[in-house]
T-cell receptor
Framework: EDQVTQSPEALRLQEGESSSLNCSYTVSGLRGLFWYRQDPGKGPEFLFT???AGEEKEKERLKATLTKKESFLHITAPKPEDSATYLCAATGAAGNKLTFGGGTRVLVKP | NAGVTQTPKFQVLKTGQSMTLQCAQD?????MYWYRQDPGMGLRLIYY???????DKGEVPNGYNVSRLNKREFSLRLESAAPSQTSVYFC?????????????FGPGTRLLVL
């Protein structure tokens, strides 16, 4: 059974204090590793897709990386508007089914 | 483009009532999905439709039915609502593919079953 685990569950940061979120996955035949951002009361908003170990993608203050067992979402010099829940998900050889982690709630204080 | 839209945004039902959640996408995607999100459980797949005319069960299909009305629309029906179905429901869509296609989500329907 595919599993995705995110840590920590919650993260409190000062503005400008860089940090990393972890996503560990056990997926047979990884097809894609996805990062989403979710604001309260909203649907998940797509950030990145990673397909193979060693791949990296960046968007503004966010950078996602992928190894054979885990993915990291690095937040560099975060701002209060980066406060959100960040979700990690993966699809494996079974097909189109996304398996989600529990998410990391990030709060950035000014 | 509106992307993925869902109606209603919020609904209160009594136990045993029925309702249909509507979802539509304007991205010409072939695949559509229904998820529920509960505290501590994350997002779980209820049903999906890989293409028009096909539907398949996901992780938690009991108590739900779906209809892929056409390429744009995918509805989720609760025939006899139960308090355990209180949740936030998200619809998503993606291009057809073998699992590497990005899924795009709607804004959600918040359902309370009393």
């Amino acid at each position: 059974e595919d599993q995705v685990t995110q840590s920590p569950e919650a993260l409190r940061l000062q503005e400008g204090e860089s940090s990393s979120l972890n996503c560990s996955y056990t997926v047979s035949g990884l097809r894609g590793l996805f990062w989403y951002r979710q604001d309260p009361g909203k649907g998940p908003e797509f950030l990145f897709t990673l397909y193979s170990a060693g791949e990296e993608k960046e968007k503004e203050r966010l950078k996602a990386t992928l190894t054979k067992k885990e993915s990291f979402l690095h937040i560099t010099a975060p701002k209060p508007e980066d406060s959100a829940t960040y979700l990690c998900a993966a699809t494996g050889a079974a097909g189109n089914k996304l398996t989600f982690g529990g998410g990391t709630r990030v709060l950035v204080k000014p | 483009n509106a992307g993925v839209t869902q109606t209603p945004k919020f609904q209160v039902l009594k136990t045993g009532q029925s309702m249909t959640l509507q979802c539509a996408q304007d991205m010409n995607h072939n695949s559509m999905y229904w998820y529920r999100q509960d505290p501590g459980m994350g997002l779980r797949l209820i049903y999906y439709s890989a293409s028009e005319g096909t539907t398949d069960k996901g992780e938690v299909p009991n108590g739900y039915n779906v209809s892929r009305l056409n390429k744009r629309e995918f509805s989720l029906r609760l025939e006899s609502a139960a308090p355990s179905q209180t949740s936030v429901y998200f619809c998503a869509s993606s291009e057809a593919g073998t699992g590497s296609r990005t899924q795009y989500f709607g804004p959600g329907t918040r359902l309370l079953v009393l």
